[in-house]
């Protein structure tokens, strides 16, 4: 499969999850509904031009043949016999246009990265928001090659530490509910 047309499909895609994110961002209230509506309407437009531009080398990735007349010769120099020679011995290339190799390990960070990422969505309504941040930030750093235990702990820590800063002193919002709080009576 050609990348371009990869690209046209996750770019579509994207389009279309960033339109459900806006309508459900368009159901916050107050001034809560400002960035996720901001940030879901951008990436709405960015994947928007993606798709557009992914459509475009998909049209203009044919390669022409010997005797193909859309270039005529007064737009080149030479004539069209030596036009067409020259496309036969060397015929353009169009990156975007060949087909997509993914070495191995790009491809096992990419599934490390989606499992993460529903993970964080179904263990947020299931376990919480910092249990599932405190599972999920090691175990991907731990899947994507990090292996400094004593670096994953402190990085995991800051990482909770900041998000409860943000909660409790710039949004001035109780934490959400936690299952291993209710655990133990909290």
């Not at 994947?47 to 998909?58: G, I, T």
């Not at 376990?127 to 400094?148: D, E, H, K, Q, S």
Request: with cysteine; charged share 10%; hydrophobic share 55%.
């Amino acid at each position: 499969m050609k990348k371009a047309a990869i690209e046209c499909g996750v770019a579509v895609g994207l389009v279309v999850l960033s339109g459900a994110g806006l309508i459900e961002a368009w159901g916050y209230r107050g001034g809560s509904g400002l960035m996720p509506r901001a940030v879901m309407a951008g990436t709405m437009g960015l994947a928007a031009v993606w798709a557009l531009q992914s459509v475009r080398v998909l049209r203009s990735s044919r390669v022409l043949a010997p005797g193909d007349d859309t270039l005529s010769a007064p737009q080149v120099a030479g004539s069209a016999s030596d036009l067409a020679a020259e496309l036969a011995a060397e015929p353009a290339r169009n990156p975007a246009a060949e087909p997509v190799h993914i070495p191995p390990e790009q491809r096992r960070a990419g599934l490390i990265v989606a499992a993460g990422g529903l993970f964080l969505l179904i263990g947020m309504s299931v376990l919480g928001f910092f249990t599932t941040a405190a599972i999920a930030v090691p175990a991907m750093a731990w899947g994507l090659g990090y292996r400094r235990p004593l670096g994953l702990l402190l990085g995991t820590a800051c990482f909770i530490v900041l998000l409860l800063l943000v909660f409790r002193a710039l949004l001035a919002l109780p934490l959400p509910p936690e299952a291993i709080f209710t655990l133990f009576g909290g």
